[in-house]
C-alpha cells in the first residue's frame, strides 16, 4: 500500500531563517506531487505540483520554492522566512495521470516568530 | 462566484443523527468528486470518492453527486463523536496539467455531541 510520510510535524523558525521540508511517498511510482497551505478560513491553497523529476509548476507567487531531487522525494525551502509564511503546510500525491484523488501526509505546522 | 460554495458551519448535531454535508460548484467540466475528513492538526483523509453522477455509499457514509444541478452531498448516519471534524469536498475535471488540479471547497466543521 502507498504511503507518505511529511516531516517535521510542527517547527518554530525565527523571521529571515531558511526552511526546508520534505516529504517521501512509497508504495507508489512517477506520482504527482503536490504541496498546499491550509490557513483558517481560506480552505487549502495550492502552491506547487510536480508531474515528474525536476519538473515543478507554481500555482501563486511567494517566498517559496519547491524541488523534486528523486521520483518519490518533495521539497519545500524558502532561502528568508517571513512572518506570513506562518500555516499549515500539506504535501499530497496522486497517481497518474493525476487530479482523480489526492492523499495527503499529516502536515507540518509551522510558526514563524 | 467562487468555483466550489461549502458552508463553514459549525454544524452541531447529537449522536445518533443523519447528517448532511454539501457543496455547489459552477464548473460543468469537473468529474471527479471527493470528501476529505480533516481532525484537528492532521492532514486531511480521503472518505469518499466519486466519478460523475449517481450515489456511492461506504458503511455509514453515502456519497451523492447530481451534475445537472452541481451539486454534491456526504449522508453520514448514526453519527458518532469520533465523526467530530472538518469535512472538505473536491472535484477536478481529472486530467493533468494546472486546470485539472483539485478545487477544494474550504469546509465544514461538524460536532457530534454525545
Known amino acids: 500500500s502507498q504511503t507518505i510520510h511529511q516531516w517535521p510535524a510542527t517547527l518554530v523558525q525565527p523571521v529571515g531563517s531558511p526552511l526546508s521540508l520534505e516529504c517521501t511517498v512509497e508504495g507508489t511510482s512517477n506520482p504527482n506531487l503536490y504541496w498546499y497551505r491550509q490557513a483558517a478560513g481560506r480552505g487549502l491553497q495550492l502552491l506547487f505540483y510536480?508531474?515528474?523529476?525536476?519538473?515543478i509548476s507554481s500555482e501563486v507567487p511567494q517566498n517559496l520554492s519547491a524541488s523534486r531531487p528523486q521520483d518519490r522525494q518533495f521539497i519545500l525551502s524558502s532561502k528568508k522566512l517571513l512572518l506570513s509564511d506562518s500555516g499549515f503546510y500539506l504535501c499530497a500525491w496522486s497517481p497518474k495521470p493525476g487530479n482523480t484523488e489526492a492523499f495527503f501526509g499529516q502536515g507540518t505546522r509551522l510558526t514563524v516568530v | 462566484q467562487k468555483e466550489v460554495e461549502q458552508d463553514p458551519g459549525p454544524l452541531s448535531v447529537p449522536e445518533g443523527a443523519i447528517v448532511s454535508l454539501n457543496c455547489t460548484y459552477s464548473?460543468?467540466?469537473?468529474?471527479?468528486f471527493m470528501w476529505y475528513r480533516q481532525y484537528s492538526r492532521k492532514g486531511p483523509e480521503l472518505l469518499m470518492y466519486t466519478y460523475s453522477s449517481g450515489n456511492k455509499e461506504d458503511g455509514r457514509f453515502t456519497a451523492q453527486v447530481d451534475k445537472s444541478s452541481k451539486y454534491i452531498s456526504l449522508f453520514i448516519r448514526d453519527s458518532q463523536p469520533s465523526d467530530s471534524a472538518t469535512y472538505l469536498c473536491a472535484m477536478s475535471g481529472g486530467y493533468g496539467g494546472s486546470q485539472g488540479n483539485l478545487i477544494f471547497g474550504k469546509g465544514t466543521k461538524l460536532s457530534v455531541k454525545p
Open positions: 464548473n460543468s467540466a469537473f468529474q471527479y
Open positions: 510536480s508531474v515528474g523529476i525536476g519538473q
